[in-house]
C-alpha cells in the first residue's frame, strides 16, 4: 500500500499568517524557515481483490506525495544562520557593478551558481542602476544604498547586515527572508513590499514608511519590537 509521509517542524506548533498592513486581511500560509522531509513509497499487494479495493487509495496518497514534494521544492531553502561564517570577500575588480545585471539564477527561492559579494559597494542615490534587479541571495553587509531607487528589487534571502539603505524606494519590492541586522533603514519606503521572514534586529526604521506591506504574523510581531519605528510606521504595520 502506498504511503506518504509529510514532516514539517513548527515553532509554538502554530501556523504563522501573512499580514497586509493596510487592508489587515490574514490568510493561513505556512512559514517555513525549517527543512521538509517528504518520503513516498509503494509496493504491491499481491492479491488481486486487495488491489481492488486499495487502488483508490493508492491513487489518492501518489497525488498527495506528489504535491508535498513540488512544494517541498519551490518553498524550503536554506538561509544564512546567525554565526555562519560568510565566504572571504570577493577579489573581482568589477564585483561592485554585477548588481548592475543582477542575478538571473533561482530569483526568489535564493538559489545561485556563485553569490552576489557587494559587501562594502557604494551605491549612493543611484537612481537608474538597481531598479527592478535581481539580487537574490546578495551579500549586502557594511553595503550603501543611501537615497538609492530600489522599487520592485528581489532581495529573498540577502544578507544585508550593517548595510545603509537610508531613504532608499522599496515599493513593490520582494525583502523576504532578508537579515537587516544593524541596517541604518531610517526613512525607507516599503510600500506594497513584501517583507514575510525578514529580520530587523537593532536595525533603525526611524521615519520608514510601511505601506501595504506584506509581512508574517510572527515576523509583524517581532519587528514590532523595534523600539526605533515612529508612531506613523507603527500604525501603517499595525503594532499593538
Known amino acids: 500500500?502506498?504511503?506518504?509521509?509529510?514532516?514539517?517542524?513548527?515553532?509554538?506548533?502554530?501556523?504563522?499568517?501573512?499580514?497586509?498592513?493596510?487592508?489587515?486581511?490574514?490568510?493561513?500560509?505556512?512559514?517555513?524557515?525549517?527543512?521538509?522531509?517528504?518520503?513516498?513509497?509503494?509496493?504491491?499487494?499481491?492479491?488481486?481483490?486487495?488491489?481492488?479495493?486499495?487502488?483508490?487509495?493508492?491513487?489518492?496518497?501518489?497525488?498527495?506525495?506528489?504535491?508535498?514534494?513540488?512544494?517541498?521544492?519551490?518553498?524550503?531553502?536554506?538561509?544564512i544562520a546567525a554565526g555562519q561564517r560568510l565566504p572571504p570577500l570577493s577579489t573581482e575588480a568589477n564585483r561592485c557593478e554585477k548588481a548592475f545585471v543582477g542575478n538571473t539564477i533561482g530569483q526568489a527561492?535564493?538559489?545561485?551558481?556563485?553569490?552576489?559579494?557587494?559587501?562594502?559597494?557604494?551605491?549612493?542615490?543611484?537612481?537608474?542602476?538597481?531598479?527592478?534587479?535581481?539580487?537574490?541571495?546578495?551579500?549586502?553587509?557594511?553595503?550603501?544604498?543611501?537615497?538609492?531607487?530600489?522599487?520592485?528589487?528581489?532581495?529573498?534571502?540577502?544578507?544585508?547586515?550593517?548595510?545603509?539603505f537610508r531613504g532608499v524606494d522599496f515599493s513593490n519590492a520582494v525583502l523576504d527572508r532578508v537579515n537587516f541586522g544593524k541596517a541604518d533603514l531610517k526613512g525607507a519606503v516599503f510600500k506594497n513590499t513584501v517583507l514575510s521572514g525578514s529580520t530587523f534586529d537593532e536595525a533603525q526604521l526611524e521615519d520608514a514608511i510601511f505601506e501595504d506591506t506584506i509581512i508574517g504574523y510572527i515576523d509583524l510581531q517581532k519587528i514590532c519590537r523595534n523600539t526605533s519605528i515612529g508612531p506613523d510606521g507603527r500604525a501603517e504595520l499595525g503594532c499593538r
Not at 131 to 158: N, P, R, W
Request: proline letters at 5%; glycine letters at 6%; one cysteine or more.
Open 109 to 164: 527561492n535564493g538559489v545561485y551558481d556563485k553569490p552576489i559579494d557587494l559587501r562594502f559597494c557604494d551605491y549612493t542615490n543611484d537612481k537608474s542602476n538597481l531598479k527592478g534587479k535581481s539580487l537574490a541571495a546578495a551579500l549586502m553587509s557594511d553595503a550603501k544604498f543611501d537615497g538609492a531607487d530600489m522599487t520592485e528589487v528581489v532581495m529573498s534571502k540577502a544578507y544585508a547586515v550593517g548595510a545603509s
Open 1 to 79: 500500500m502506498a504511503t506518504a509521509t509529510f514532516s514539517l517542524p513548527l515553532s509554538q506548533n502554530k501556523l504563522p499568517l501573512y499580514h497586509f498592513s493596510s487592508a489587515r486581511r490574514r490568510f493561513p500560509i505556512p512559514d517555513l524557515h525549517s527543512p521538509l522531509k517528504i518520503c513516498c513509497s509503494g509496493s504491491g499487494d499481491g492479491s488481486k481483490s486487495r488491489e481492488s479495493l486499495f487502488q483508490f487509495k493508492k491513487e489518492i496518497n501518489y497525488v498527495a506525495c506528489g504535491i508535498l514534494a513540488a512544494w517541498a521544492v519551490t518553498a524550503a531553502s536554506p538561509v
